[in-house]
């Protein structure tokens, strides 16, 4: 802001009759007096400002300086092959110096994709390119009415088709064989389509006039979130199947989604919850004034506004359980973290564990920030209509 | 008042009475009632299904239910134990192990978590541009990852660090190796509890003092100097209590004796690992909240409080920090509990929490629903405790309308 507004001030302060190079080099001096000024305000301000500064500094430029040593100058990015698989020989010998990509090199297919088949990974990464058309069509602001759930199913039906193959000539893959990105994304696209309904309608429920509803919906949202989910994770692999009868079973996967979906739900409904609060009664009496029945006001009058004040919180929410699919690992299924994990248990590898993770944290980063940016701008314009 | 008969009072309320019971689908008060019945109907009926399922599927797997386990003997070698712990005990002192190692991380963590997020937060208000930057490059990083991959790189870092016998040491009598953490300990003394209770006793006093200058400045106007008594109960209880009981106050340092150090604390790699995960974690969270929080006071409460004449801190503690804690305090208390729940992510990287113990007992025993139940009841405990302590103190902050 500062540095701004000092450009600003030496435009306008150089005299026009000048000669050219004494006019730039005014320019020069103008810009460079401006930046001393800008760190004179920002940096150096009093003593102790200028002694944590100088502290900072120092302790960012060593600690650049060693990562960039380890993660580019010092590191192998391939290995030869050996007579039994790779040969980690030269990762070895750098003894932790320098980073080791080559496990990322040799082992991106297995930690993206899992234990799909080697040649049908075109399939998943199909998927993984459809769930990020998918976000991108969701962010557009323009699609927010009935073509989204359309869009929405579409996609559904794309992936289950492109994963589980056995028709137009695919090959049928059983989904213990899935992994990687897409077991991720799956679990955290499909659970948040599933809970963001099932939040709505609990939300609705807790503010219910029926107590027999209303006790059940708080207690249904008390419960999952007094608890972790990794307990929840546990419940749906080991009890779930016990709670059902002899010869019904439930995929592991889906169970995990299901317990997924019941942690996203219990969330979600606080968060709608909130906007539902947030609406004037006045809403509500003015559309029963017009003569509306209850689902016709909640649908036309209550929601568009309660669900509008609540996207940013919303967006924050579909961050934290983006993350929390990671949990899956715990019960044995290997989504992103837990095939990079299993990649880096691999004897050959063994050691190289920092690298996978780095990799896999630039993966659900890249995910998390673009989502956590684009609900700053959100919430941004929402205000901008607001004040207009 | 559409109603035709030109009735009094009493009689128009006695027929919306009779409105009221009548059974029709356009009467609200009976469709809400079908609604209801209809599901709670629903749900019991669900969960007598599960019920008898489960009851079936226990039988013919043989597997006992109850929870008669508990009093069995566990063979459970536990590696941290804050109560004295053999294999040969039982499940139920196992288990209360567990519950003690989450409380330990738990309770840690919320305390550190607190300290290191206001300062970050703090930090991210700072006039300094470079302060600010880094911490904002530091919460958006930390809340951009999940907190399993954290834990599992931290571990892994922490098994990188060199054995014992090379261990960093960077301020004398701590050690860092891939055997944890190792501190300092004070040895302990039946002397040292009466200092403490003689602590807690002049802290008492001095806040009761405290409270009651107050108490007379509002009422007549007049300031009361009170720091020297409170200073006095402070410090000098205490002082007397280790005077008359003759306390000695030697300090136990940790020595390399073998491969291996003897003496002082021991933070394992997994606590240690799971405690530093927890608090990076949270504290980039209530980061947020604190600056948040500052930044709602507005601009305004704090040039008022300078044209009063206020001294700054008078202005920090008075003006600014009540008004900021009540925007703050309900999201920390949420926050405060994620991380308690966040602890159960111990079971990844071995640290022997409840979750992880009740998971082994499951194995074991066979018994999955008791063990999920003692999980969930465990958690529900803690999280309905912290909850009300907070629900209080935010009661105590909050704006009192008149």
Same mark, same amino acid.
């Given at each position: ?50 002694? !944590? ?6 302790? !960012? ?20 092959? &050996? ?81 589980? &193959? ?17 077991? #991720?994304?799956? +679990? ?13 309608? *609990? ?14 919906? *708080? ?7 007094? !608890? ?161 | ?51 008898? =399922?489960?009851?079936? =599927? ?75 930057? +880094?911490?904002?490059?530091? !919460? ?12 599992? +790189?931290?571990? #892994? ?20 190796? =891939? ?78 004796? &073998? ?85 159960? +992510? ?8 409840? *979750? ?47």
């Amino acid at each position: 802001m500062v540095d701004q507004a000092d450009h600003a001030d030496s435009r306008t302060a150089s005299p026009a009759r000048m000669t050219r190079p004494a006019c730039l080099m005014q320019r020069l001096l103008m810009r460079a007096a401006g930046l001393v000024g800008w760190m004179r305000a920002n940096l150096f301000y009093s003593w102790v400002a200028t002694a !944590v500064t100088l502290v900072l500094a120092y302790a !960012v430029a060593r600690i650049g300086i060693a990562l960039i040593d380890w993660a580019a100058l010092s590191a192998v990015w391939s290995v030869p092959a &050996g007579p039994s698989g790779p040969d980690t020989a030269a990762c070895r010998a750098l003894e932790g110096a320098g980073a080791c990509w080559a496990i990322i090199t040799e082992k991106h297919r297995f930690v993206l994709f899992g234990t799909y088949p080697y040649e049908e990974h075109w399939r998943p990464a199909l998927c993984v390119l459809i769930f990020v058309a998918l976000y991108g069509a969701t962010a557009w602001r323009r699609l927010w009415n009935r073509t989204l759930p359309l869009v929405w199913a579409l996609a559904a039906v794309a992936v289950g088709v492109l994963m589980w &193959g056995g028709v137009a000539g695919l090959s049928y893959v059983p989904n213990e064989r899935w992994g990687g990105l897409v077991i #991720t994304l799956m +679990l955290a696209t499909f659970g948040l389509a599933f809970a963001f309904p099932l939040a709505i309608l *609990v939300a609705l429920g807790r503010r219910s006039s029926l107590p027999a509803i209303r006790m059940l919906c *708080v207690l249904y949202v008390e419960l999952i979130r007094g !608890v972790p989910l990794i307990s929840l994770l546990f419940m749906a692999s080991v009890v779930l199947p016990l709670f059902l009868p002899d010869g019904m079973t439930i995929d592991k996967l889906l169970r995990a989604q299901i317990a997924i979906t019941l942690f996203a739900g219990a969330y979600l409904a606080e968060v709608v919850r909130g906007g539902l609060q947030a609406i004037p009664k006045g809403q509500y009496e003015a559309a029963d004034v017009l003569g509306f029945g209850y689902w016709t006001k909640i649908r036309l009058i209550i929601l568009p506004q309660a669900l509008r004040i609540v996207i940013p919180p919303l967006v924050n929410t579909f961050i934290g359980i983006f993350k929390d699919t990671s949990l899956v690992l715990v019960i044995g299924i290997f989504d992103l973290l837990g095939a990079g994990k299993m990649a880096a248990m691999e004897p050959a590898w063994q050691g190289f564990a920092i690298e996978v993770f780095i990799f896999c944290g630039l993966v659900y980063f890249s995910f998390c920030f673009a989502m956590s940016r684009y609900s700053q701008r959100l919430e941004q314009d929402l205000r901008l209509h607001e004040t207009r | 008042m559409s109603d035709a008969k030109p009735g009094t009072h009493g009689s128009r309320a006695r027929d919306e009475a009779a409105r009221g019971r009548r059974i029709s689908w356009s009467n609200p008060a009976f469709r809400g009632l079908v609604w209801q019945v209809l599901a709670v109907g629903l749900v019991a009926a669900g969960l007598a299904w599960l019920v008898v =399922n489960t009851h079936e =599927n226990l039988e013919s797997r043989r597997i006992a239910s109850g929870f008669g386990f508990l009093g069995n003997e566990a063979g459970l070698p536990i590696g941290e134990h804050l109560i004295s712990y053999a294999p040969t005990d039982t499940y139920l002192r196992v288990l209360l192990v567990g519950v003690l190692n989450t409380l330990r991380v738990a309770v840690a963590g919320i305390v550190l978590a607190t300290v290191l997020g206001t300062l970050i937060g703090l930090a991210r208000l700072s006039r300094n541009w470079l302060l600010s930057r +880094l911490s904002a490059v530091y !919460v958006e990083v930390v809340r951009d990852l999940p907190l399993l991959l954290q834990l599992l +790189l931290l571990y #892994t870092l922490l098994q990188g660090l060199p054995p014992p016998r090379q261990a960093l040491n960077p301020i004398a009598g701590v050690y860092l190796s =891939n055997r944890g953490l190792i501190l300092p300990a004070l040895e302990w003394h039946a002397a040292h509890g009466w200092v403490l209770l003689a602590l807690l006793l002049g802290a008492a006093g001095a806040f009761t003092c405290g409270r009651w200058a107050t108490a007379r400045q509002m009422a007549d106007g007049r300031p009361r100097i009170v720091w020297p008594f409170a200073l006095g109960l402070v410090l000098g209880l205490p002082a007397l209590a280790a005077i008359l009981t003759g306390a000695s106050w030697s300090i136990e340092w940790p020595e390399l004796k &073998g491969f291996n150090f003897r003496g002082g604390v021991n933070l394992s790699p997994e606590y240690f690992a799971l405690l530093l995960g927890l608090v990076l974690y949270t504290a980039a969270f209530i980061a947020e909240i604190v600056r948040a929080g500052v930044l709602s006071v507005r601009r305004g409460q704090w040039e008022a409080a300078q044209a009063l004449g206020l001294r700054p801190r008078v202005i920090l503690s008075r003006v600014v920090l009540p008004q900021a804690l009540r925007v703050i305090i309900p999201p920390v208390t949420s926050q405060y509990l994620n991380l308690t729940k966040n602890s159960s +992510l111990a079971v990844a990287i071995g640290f022997q929490d409840i *979750v992880s113990i009740a998971n082994t007992t499951i194995n074991q025993t066979g018994q999955a629903v008791e063990g999920i139940a003692i999980i969930m009841a465990v958690y529900l405990t803690i999280s309905l405790s912290i909850s009300l302590f907070m629900n209080w103190y935010n009661r105590r902050v909050a704006l009192v309308e008149r």
